[in-house]
């Protein structure tokens, strides 16, 4: 989806829809990025509207702080424990719900708070479904001690799995090393095609120095998927296709 406007109405949609599913007193995780953000505003404008008591975890700090202006209450994950729910955004999304994320760095406590969840909602336009991962590239957070050598495990592990020579980048921001909520560093392999998420998640995990892979396996329940004139589809595991909600 070129066209900003478009994407930013689906994002709406895909938001409005999770927003929707939202009940009064549930505990939930917010997530990260710019589709996150239209959830977040459209959430908190219904809590005030129908002064709903909710109790919010955040993926990150810039979630945090937009969720806290716009009077939604925030505390820390481990002062809620479980969560009812978790909506976020994707960066891709595939049939069996397997997600990249990470593209704006906040996947560690995105992952963390979405496995503390009952259920994963993701919200998304439909430029994020693709049949095969691996055209985003796929974040790796890892540590800034060893980075050199943590490099080298990954180049290795890509030659193992046919995946040699492509491109590992390390992400910049405003020309120096970004640095995630956690002061690490995030990888971004340009790998084109996952052929085997499961294999590579469990490759990168076993690596030291990786802190967390943009692999979601099995942690996504939905996936509710925005079209510019509002319309919404929603997708589950291995079910295809879908059930119009608009
Ligand atoms: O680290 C960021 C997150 O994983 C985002 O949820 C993901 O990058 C999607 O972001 P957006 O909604 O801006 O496309």
Request: charged content about 20%.
């Amino acid at each position: 989806m070129t066209d900003p406007a478009a994407a930013d109405a689906a994002k709406r949609a895909a938001a409005r829809a999770a927003v929707a599913m939202v009940q009064n007193g549930m505990r939930l995780g917010l997530g990260t990025g710019s589709t996150a953000v239209i959830m977040v505003r459209e959430l908190a404008a219904r809590a005030a509207a129908e002064r709903l008591s909710l109790r919010c975890a955040a993926t990150s700090v810039a979630t945090a702080d937009l969720a806290t202006s716009l009077g939604l209450k925030v505390e820390p994950l481990d002062a809620i424990g479980h969560l009812d729910m978790t909506i976020d955004g994707a960066d891709e999304i595939d049939p069996d719900l397997t997600l990249i994320k990470g593209g704006g760095g906040a996947l560690l406590r995105e992952k963390i708070v979405a496995a503390a969840s009952e259920r994963m909602v993701v919200i998304a336009d439909g430029a994020k479904v693709v049949e095969q991962l691996g055209g985003f590239p796929l974040p790796v957070e890892v540590l800034a001690f060893g980075l050199a050598s943590t490099q080298q495990h990954i180049d290795h592990l890509l030659a193992r799995m046919d995946m040699a020579d492509r491109p590992v980048m390390l992400r910049q921001r405003s020309g120096s090393p970004y640095r995630t909520d956690e002061g690490n560093l995030i990888l971004d392999l340009e790998l084109g095609a996952i052929p085997d998420p499961q294999a590579l998640a469990a490759g990168l995990s076993a690596i030291p120095g990786v802190v967390e892979h943009g692999l979601f396996l099995c942690l996504a329940d939905i996936a509710l998927i925005g079209q510019p004139d509002g319309t919404v589809t929603l997708l589950e595991a291995d079910i295809t296709p879908e059930e119009d909600l608009a």
